[in-house]
């Protein structure tokens, strides 16, 4: 069984820094691409960040772009968000997952693949 378990969530000043963590559980990730999203209320689940299985390749949305860093350790089975310079508008629910399929990208993940129960941010400005 595949679990994934999200941490590091919290509150914190605009400009400030997080890191989130997700540890991936029955699956090991030396083939696996992961990714980072987040949802406010009212609003889709929105893509932030990706990593490629090998972690050669990795994707970012615009509004984090240059601001964040994802990274994943697979001895550790780790996945991690390094959120830096965090504005208010960056507070939502984060949730990671894991491709299903091997040796991707990590831009095809979907509702489809594992996912974990999400880890809240909240920016104060």
Do not use: H
């Not at 860093?69 to 208010?88: F, G, P, W």
């Not at 939502?92 to 809240?120: F, H, M, P």
Request: charged share 20%; proline share 1%; aromatic share 10%.
């Amino acid at each position: 069984q595949v679990q994934l378990v999200e941490s590091g969530g919290g509150l914190v000043q605009a400009g400030d820094s997080l890191r989130l963590s997700c540890v991936v559980s029955g699956r090991t990730l030396n083939r696996y691409a992961m990714g980072w999203f987040r949802q406010t209320p009212g609003k889709e689940r929105e893509f932030v960040a990706a990593i490629s299985w090998n972690g050669a390749s990795d994707l970012y949305a615009d509004s984090v772009k240059g601001r964040w860093v994802i990274s994943k350790s697979d001895a550790a089975s780790t996945l991690y968000l390094q959120m830096n310079r965090l504005k208010a508008e960056d507070t939502a629910v984060y949730y990671c997952a894991l491709d299903k399929i091997a040796w991707t990208s990590g831009r095809d993940i979907n509702e489809n693949d594992y996912w974990g129960q999400g880890t809240q941010v909240t920016v104060s400005s």
